[in-house]
């Protein structure tokens, strides 16, 4: 796993800190943000990106999973296998904000002056 | 999570033990073999997957992930949330038996008899 822009690494911190991580990508103004997990971790991303949708961001959804098996190098030598996860997160418009949108009247051409 | 035909339970057996039950249910004829599990399973059940697929049947694929929460009922009362995962598996047919068809001469009208 290579460092990468909005790519939050899950590991063994409590998941709201990854929450917390999550949020200030997308408020920083980033339309997707990346969760990278690998073995046990995987079920902390899982609740990570619940935890995330659920409670804080409606308007946020899944767009991609995808799993893999990464080769990790071992102490006493040769390579274990290791299952890996990548959930590929994007926030919509706020629900608020498209609401604002349509209800401000359009300059229209046809709109009649008082 | 409720008994479905082709759908396999990941809980804490040996992942070994879920990697058979996947293949015993495509060897069965099942085009699609579907697994569930939830917190800590869920690492298990991409193993199984990823074993699955990269050592036993390489003509299998993951055709659909999905992620959710189940609100589990506590014994002290209330509820306690916990992730869950759904991964749709599919056999495709085998590339050995699709060399072999595609081997095998088509009668055809404008064949020409020795």
């Known amino acids: 796993m290579s460092r990468e822009p909005n790519t939050v690494f899950i590991g063994r911190k409590p998941v ?8 200030t990508l997308f408020s920083a103004g980033n339309e997707e943000v990346t ?12 609740d990570v990106e619940e935890i995330t949708r659920r409670r804080f961001m409606e308007n946020m959804s899944v767009n991609e999973i995808h799993i893999g098996t990464e080769e990790l190098p071992m102490e ?8 890996t996860i990548e959930i590929i997160l994007s ?24």
């Open 91 to 114: 926030a919509e418009a706020r629900p608020r904000e498209e609401a604002k949108a349509t209800q401000e009247p359009k300059a229209s051409a046809t709109e009649v002056p008082k």
């Open 16 to 23: 709201m800190s990854y929450v917390l991580a999550v949020m």
């Open 76 to 83: 006493e030598g040769g390579t274990r296998a290791v299952s």
């Open 35 to 46: 969760l990278r997990a690998r073995g046990q971790a995987i079920t902390t991303a899982i």
